[in-house]
């Protein structure tokens, strides 16, 4: 089973701190994504990757920024966290895009609450 | 603009019975659609998906129906049960022979069956 690994599963940071969110997956799978959950809002996209080094803007990246230095790891990075950037973050990953035939896999979520 | 509408916040069904969850799309373009499942504390899971060249696709208990005239698409789970209560979320893209195109994710239908 791949398994999608977040590496916190809450945080509590003031506004206006660097936070880095960490994400690992086991599976050896090209593409990683960034998403957020929120009430009445459902899953949107922040940041994706298809390859290392390689990032892409999702329909959300305003005050969002993205690493991608190894393949397994795709690292989300909130430049000055504000108090709207409080959210359930769900990393995921897929082989192949994310469309019909790839489904993605995701991570338990990040809980963070910026105060 | 919310391109993949999930009207109902919440459905309550009895088990045993027919649940079924709604999704409307307003792009034409979309192509692919999915349904994930998602438990609290734990990353949506895929369940089951449907490409526009079809308008049923069944496995097991999920059955996905999709209407192209009318923009719908429907979940049903038949028979209910305990464990299918869950947060609902279907997904929409274009797709492409690539298959690296943006998923659109609805609000998500909370699905409560009472024992």
């Known amino acids: 089973d791949v398994k999608v690994t977040q590496s916190s599963r809450y945080l509590v940071k003031r506004t206006g701190e660097k936070v880095f969110l960490e994400c690992v997956q086991d599976?050896?799978?090209?593409?990683m994504f960034w998403y957020r959950q929120d009430p009445g809002l459902g899953l949107r996209l922040i940041y994706f990757s298809y390859d290392v080094k390689m990032k892409e803007k999702g329909d959300i990246p305003e005050g969002y920024s993205v690493s991608r230095e190894k393949k397994e790891r795709f690292s989300l990075i909130l430049e000055s966290a504000s108090t709207n950037q409080t959210s359930m973050y769900l990393c995921a990953s897929s082989p192949n895009g994310q469309g019909y035939n790839s489904p993605l896999h995701f991570g338990n979520g990040t809980r963070l609450t910026v105060t | 603009d919310q391109q993949v509408k999930q009207n109902s916040p919440s459905l309550s069904v009895q088990e045993g019975r027919i649940s079924i969850l709604n999704c409307d799309y307003t792009?034409?373009?979309?192509?692919?659609f999915l349904w994930y499942k998602k438990y609290p504390a734990e990353g949506p899971t895929f369940l089951i998906s449907?490409?526009?060249?079809?308008d049923k696709n069944e496995d097991g208990r999920f059955t996905v129906f999709l209407n192209k005239s009318a923009k719908h698409l429907s979940l049903h789970i038949v028979p209910s049960q305990p464990g299918d209560s869950a947060v609902y979320f279907c997904?929409?893209?274009?797709?492409?022979?690539?298959?690296?195109?943006?998923?659109?994710f609805g609000t998500g239908t909370r699905l409560t069956i009472i024992p």
């Open positions: 599976m050896d799978h090209e593409n």
């Open positions: 792009n034409s373009m979309f192509d692919y």
């Open positions: 449907i490409s526009s060249i079809k």
């Open positions: 997904a929409a893209t274009p797709g492409s022979r690539f298959g690296n195109e943006k998923l659109t």
